[in-house]
């Protein structure tokens, strides 16, 4: 809704729809109502649009869209052409957030006002749709083509200060800005708004619009990695320069938006915003325990265990989120090594402009380095950070059950690792839990929480809360090896190996999947977690290195087929970026840019030599759906074991951990709305056909039965 007042000559107009007051119907409705009003009141000289709660609007209700009211007028557009035609000066005071239908109802106004910490933006390219209220028309009338190519494209926010700079917004507020909003409206009371309105505008820099959109164009096909959207919100915005006219310009956007709306990426983009929230709100087996039900315990005190990238990656997460932490190694070498790679990471940010000096040294304060376990005793929470080697976890979860206060949560980022193993290692298996974060744990977004058998309710949602406060996705899963994430991967990574027995090399794999949408493809990604990671997980396991029982066949572990290349390569001192030289060659130790490595392909060439195996050229799509039927397999079976709850909770995961394309929802989404259950099904059966000896390629219970519901096979056949 919209609610209407009066301040002396000037109508103040207030978007009443927490939290984002977003522009569903009786918003639209209210603000339609009012301007009319107010267009029609002789008292009234001047109109001021703010938004409740010190927000001025998030947008569209994006719910709108599968319910499909987002078309019942007036729309949007109705309502902004609404405004601009207002016969007195309408001022937009812009606060909190004002994104997408916000900005674009604010580009309707004759003039705006920001608060300089409002955050301003288009981000519909993220849900694979573009501004279609006409915003890909409006704003390179104010802020030009290069500016709107930027802003458009890739979806990002700017503040206020950058608005102004801009053109976006005409003044930054000095103090509350709706009534500074209301001193400028009556400061313009008598100006013609004819000059004023956006449409009538000229586009500013169409003298060098070629230039700009070819190499936007090139830009963004390198970037985009096979997501149409940001083609057509770069082709939308083109149609603001060649179009005759304003009108024709909106045409041209709503039929690229239309094509948008009904394409299939669109709507797997907007699963996926939503699934993450779905994943915010756990439950436990059984629905009886929620997020609703549990109470998290405060976290004003952490400490980190491990100086290596991830715990110096975790402790930066704890000090932006102001959480004081004491980081604990054994050797002061490392500890000082550890201190050293946090400084030059807040070094870099500050050299960079992403924040002050002052801000740095005073989130640095915030680390208290110690040798000393006795410093933890009174700290919240612990988060155990060493390589993964369960002996040692032990050692330490024993050690903090001793030395930490009986209410503090021990947690473990172990990628893999049994969290009930490390529980019983103390006499508080419920403060025990599994905190997965994912590297370089400072960047990336995801936060796996492992709940294990005894975890408590209260240690589940202190942790998926700390997640929250750290601006990290959090999604609960349950204990299993390799718990969602890294099950999947095993499955997904493992056929990759096969595809090089059988003929492949690393480059055509990961061209596949690079073409697939993933930033980049298995080989690539391997190189730069480590290769001896997983082959230090590998020994743990008895599948290679001492533990492997004399006599075992190269290829095959415990009756299922095995590919030995990784240990191989490891055992080659190849463990990837950090060494120069993995499944791909590097200029230096550490450097990024992989080269195929002819070293490797004469490994691999002569491995198959030895093993007698005759290589074949794969087909790509035989490539593309081994890897992914395998994981879609996998993830119908860890629904089955309770690991995760939902597809949701599982598609959230590979989207921010593994860098899943959003223009294709996640593995489980791909599997059920772009592919279809029976394909998928049919498809696994006929890999178990071919390779028998894969036991991955048993078809999950639960995907046979919902795959032959889906094709309307008889319930006798289930």
Not at 113 to 137: C, H
Request: aromatic share 8%; proline share 5%.
């Amino acid at each position: 809704m919209a609610e209407y007042r009066k301040e002396g000559n000037v109508a103040v107009i207030t978007l009443k729809n927490p939290p984002v007051n977003a522009l569903g119907y009786p918003v639209r409705h209210g603000i339609s109502t009012c301007i009319k009003k107010a267009d029609n009141d002789d008292t009234i000289s001047a109109v001021v649009i703010c938004g409740h709660g010190n927000v001025f609007c998030g947008g569209a209700d994006i719910t709108e869209f599968a319910k499909g009211t987002a078309k019942r007028e007036p729309t949007i557009t109705d309502v902004l052409h609404q405004v601009e035609a207002c016969s007195k000066p309408v001022v937009t005071a812009l606060q909190g957030v004002t994104l997408g239908g916000g900005l674009e109802l604010a580009l309707g106004s004759h003039y705006r006002i920001a608060d300089a910490k409002t955050r301003i933006g288009f981000p519909e390219v993220a849900i694979g749709i573009l501004p279609a209220a006409t915003g890909t028309q409006r704003l390179p009338r104010v802020a030009g083509v290069s500016h709107s190519i930027d802003l458009i494209t890739s979806g990002r926010h700017i503040l206020g200060k950058e608005a102004l700079r801009m053109g976006i917004v005409d003044k930054l507020a000095t103090g509350d800005v709706v009534q500074d909003a209301i001193s400028m409206a009556k400061s313009v009371a008598k100006q013609p708004v004819a000059p004023r309105r956006v449409r009538n505008m000229a586009v500013k820099g169409a003298e060098h619009a070629d230039v700009l959109f070819e190499a936007a164009r090139k830009r963004i096909v390198k970037r985009a990695r096979g997501a149409v959207a940001p083609l057509h919100n770069l082709r939308s915005i083109q149609a603001a320069v060649t179009s005759p006219s304003y009108e024709e310009g909106v045409k041209k956007e709503r039929e690229l938006a239309t094509e948008l709306f009904t394409g299939g990426q669109s709507m797997a983009m907007q699963y996926a915003f939503f699934a993450e929230r779905t994943a915010q709100k756990w439950e436990l087996p059984g629905g009886k325990i929620t997020y609703k039900s549990a109470k998290p315990l405060p976290v004003k005190t952490a400490a980190v265990i491990g100086c290596g990238t991830m715990g110096t990656g975790i402790t930066i997460c704890l000090i932006r989120a102001n959480i004081p932490v004491i980081l604990l190694e054994a050797d002061q070498k490392f500890l000082d090594k550890g201190m050293g790679l946090i400084s030059n990471i807040f070094k870099r940010n500050v050299k960079q402009k992403r924040m002050s000096e002052d801000n740095a040294k005073k989130l640095i304060s915030l680390i208290t380095p110690s040798l000393d376990y006795n410093q933890l005793k009174d700290v919240d929470l612990v988060i155990e950070a060493v390589f993964e080697n369960m002996k040692l976890k032990k050692e330490i979860f024993a050690k903090l059950d001793t030395v930490c206060k009986p209410q503090a949560i021990l947690c473990s980022n172990t990628s893999s690792l049994d969290i009930d193993q490390m529980a019983s290692a103390t006499k508080r298996p419920d403060k025990v839990v599994g905190t997965h974060f994912f590297s370089p744990a400072h960047v990336m977004k995801l936060l796996e929480n492992i709940r294990g058998e005894h975890t408590s309710p209260e240690t589940i949602a202190t942790v998926m809360n700390l997640g929250k406060k750290i601006s990290k996705v959090s999604v609960l899963v349950g204990n299993c090896h390799g718990f969602v994430g890294n099950r999947i991967w095993f499955q997904y990574a493992t056929q990759a190996m096969f595809l090089l027995e059988e003929g492949c090399l690393p480059g055509e794999v990961d061209r596949v999947f690079e073409d697939f949408g993933f930033p980049m493809g298995p080989f690539k990604v391997s190189d730069l977690s480590g290769l001896d990671v997983g082959w230090r997980i590998r020994q743990e396991q008895g599948l290679t290195g001492k533990k492997l029982a004399a006599g075992t066949p190269v290829r095959y572990r415990a009756g299922q087929r095995y590919c030995p290349l990784g240990d191989i390569l490891c055992e080659n001192g190849r463990f990837g970026q950090k060494t120069g030289k993995g499944f791909y060659k590097y200029e230096r130790p550490g450097a990024f840019e992989a080269m195929n490595d002819p070293e490797v392909e004469e490994l691999i060439l002569n491995y198959c030599r030895e093993q007698g195996i005759v290589r074949r050229k794969i087909p790509y799509q035989e490539i593309l759906e081994r890897c992914l039927f395998t994981m879609i397999n996998e993830g119908f079976r860890i629904l089955e074991d309770g690991i995760a709850a939902r597809m949701e909770d599982i598609d959230t995961v590979w989207l921010y951990g593994y860098g899943w394309p959003r223009h294709a929802g996640g593995p489980m989404y791909y599997a059920t709305k772009m592919i279809g259950l029976p394909k998928v099904y049919e498809r696994i059966c006929y890999y178990q056909s071919q390779y028998p000896d894969m036991m991955v390629w048993q078809p999950s219970d639960l995907l046979r039965k919902m795959a032959l519901k889906e094709s309307g096979a008889a319930t006798s056949h289930l």
